[in-house]
């Protein structure tokens, strides 16, 4: 028996999408990372680009546990002496409601050459609306085994 490599050719992208609202940040972040990466499907190489487009809508409205909000902290550096900007997620949500789940979601993921190319099939939208009605959108729960997590 030969053994089965997946070619870029051959890889099929399909489009999900899932609504934030309510969904814990971590777990969501968790379950976009490995739909972006392609470790749903039985044919999934670690070296292949094989991950599907993943559309989040309310990507403001997650929650979190604990004191989170407030004592969760992303640091900044602006290269300038004395350029650390410390913000917490209350601050993230409210002035960049897309950027902590998309910070979420970059750090789940490897830190390869990869990276950026997962990052361009998340797209994330605060409101309800997006573009991409088009695309025939299938709901992120189809993956069913991953969405237990949830």
């Not at 870029?8 to 940040?25: F, Q, T």
């Not at 960049?96 to 939208?125: F, H, I, S």
């Amino acid at each position: 028996m030969k053994t089965f490599h997946l070619r870029k050719e051959d890889v099929k992208r399909d489009w999900y999408i899932i609504d934030a609202k309510g969904k814990n940040l971590g777990r969501l972040a968790s379950l976009i990372a490995n739909v972006l990466r392609g470790k749903h499907k039985p044919t999934f190489q670690p070296d292949v680009d094989c991950g599907d487009y993943v559309v989040v809508i309310n990507a403001d409205k997650f929650t979190v546990t604990g004191k989170k909000l407030t004592d969760k902290e992303y640091k900044f550096h602006t290269n300038a002496p004395g350029g650390l900007k410390v913000r917490n997620l209350q601050w993230m949500i409210e002035h960049k409601p897309t950027e902590a789940l998309a910070l979420a979601v970059e750090r789940m993921l490897p830190k390869n050459k990869l990276q950026k190319r997962y990052m361009k099939r998340l797209k994330l939208y605060a409101g309800e609306t997006h573009p991409h009605t088009a695309q025939n959108l299938k709901p992120l729960e189809e993956v069913s085994k991953l969405w237990k997590a949830i």
